[in-house]
């Protein structure tokens, strides 16, 4: 089974960036769809990015254009471009995957099968 880590959350203030990274523990996961999810506290787990596992179809929640999801399948690794940070996107992080290389990016967790622990990022006004 495909474990995942995510790395590269923080402290950062309003307006400033983050890249977040997300690599399986284990064997690669380039057939595998991914996405990212977070989660405030005393707030639902949401929807933010997802890649199809060739790199193609992008789906986005409404981050007006500051999160780009992104993956190098040669370093076997998925990314989470975050630019312009605004307190309300202070969250744990998850990465998720399904493996799947033609399936679709989904805005539904319950598709992917595989999470990491999450990594936290904490955004200060």
């Known amino acids: 089974q495909v474990q995942l880590v995510e790395s590269g959350g923080g402290l950062v203030q309003a307006g400033g960036s983050l890249r977040l990274s997300c690599t399986p523990s284990t064997r690669t996961f380039t057939d595998y769809l991914g996405g990212w999810f977070r989660q405030a506290p005393g707030k639902e787990r949401e929807f933010v990015a997802a890649?199809?596992?060739?790199?193609?179809?992008p789906l986005y929640a409404d981050s007006k254009g500051r999160f780009t999801v992104s993956r190098d399948n040669a370093k076997n690794t998925l990314y989470l471009q975050m630019n312009n940070l605004e307190p309300d996107d202070t969250a744990v992080y998850h990465c998720?995957?399904?493996?799947?290389?033609?399936?679709?990016?989904?805005?539904?967790?319950?598709?992917?099968?595989?999470w990491g622990q999450g990594t936290r990022v904490t955004v200060s006004s």
């Open positions: 998720a995957a399904r493996r799947g290389i033609y399936s679709a990016p989904s805005r539904q967790p319950t598709v992917y099968d595989i």
């Open positions: 890649i199809s596992a060739t790199g193609g179809r």
